[in-house]
Structure formats: C-alpha cells, structure tokens
C-alpha cells in the first residue's frame, strides 16, 4: 500500500506496466513513468525527493543502421527498502540500488548498486559503503 504524504507524478503509458511502492514511502514532486512494459519496484520506507525521475524506458528507439533493428529495449528497476532519493537525481532503465542506500543529489544512476552504499555523482558511483540513514535529524557526536 502506497501512503501519500506529498506529491508527484506517475506516468503509465503502456500497456504490461507494474509500478510496486512499499508502505511508509514519501515522495516530494518526483515523476515515475512507464514509457514501455515494464515493472518499476520502490522498497518500503523510502524517502525521494523533488525533480527525480525513474523510467524503464530511453522513451524513443534507437535503429542500428545496418539492421534496421531496434537497440534499445527496457529494462526494469528496482529500489530496496529504505533508501533515500536526493533532489534532482535521474534514474535510468535497467538500474538496480540495494536497501539502506543514499543517492546524492544530481546523480544519473544507471547500473547495480550494492545496499548500504553513498551514490553520488555523474554517472553515479559508490562513495562509501557501510552506510544507512535515518529521517530524524539526530544530535552529531
């Protein structure tokens, strides 16, 4: 069961589409779209931020010249349990982030990310491992 606490878009514009949102996930202004069948999975007690975007789709085909053939098909996406979103991030077809992971603002994630991870960057990378977050702002030692 998905518990809306703020906004955001979803986009399913195909036909065999499956978006799965775990309990407790909050989401500011992001947009999840399924530009093409495909299965987008967010864990339980995740956090995504404003100006995200996830899709399983590049949204248009790319033709090999010689073939006539198509070269890019979609790929679904995962996200574990608790995992938190920053602003801004982008989230390409195919991408797959482990529980307890965070992913820095701006990031462009594409590709397997173990859980416990800081992602970061363009394209994003693992920063440090061994990591989790809490939505209180706790007291620094």
């Keep these: 069961m998905f518990v809306a606490r703020q906004t955001g878009t979803f986009r399913l514009r195909a036909n065999y589409t499956l978006l799965f949102i775990g309990d407790q996930t909050t989401m500011m202004g992001g947009k999840i779209s399924l530009h093409e069948a495909g299965t987008i999975r967010v864990g339980r ?11 399983v789709s590049d ?5 090999d010249i010689s073939t006539g053939k198509r070269i890019n098909p979609p790929a679904d ?3 574990g349990d608790h995992v938190w979103i920053a602003r801004s991030v982008q989230i390409l077809k ?9 992913v820095g603002a701006a990031a462009l994630v594409k590709g397997d990310f173990p859980e416990g991870s ?11 491992s061994g990591i989790t ?9």
């Design 94 to 102: 195919g991408s797959r982030i482990g529980e307890n992971c965070m």
């Design 77 to 79: 996406v995962e996200i």
């Design 133 to 141: 977050w809490d939505r209180r702002r706790l007291p620094l030692d």
């Design 118 to 128: 800081l992602l970061a960057g363009v394209p994003a990378r693992v920063l440090r």
């Design 45 to 55: 007690d995740c956090m995504l931020s404003g100006n995200i975007h996830i899709d």
């Design 59 to 63: 949204m248009h085909s790319i033709i």
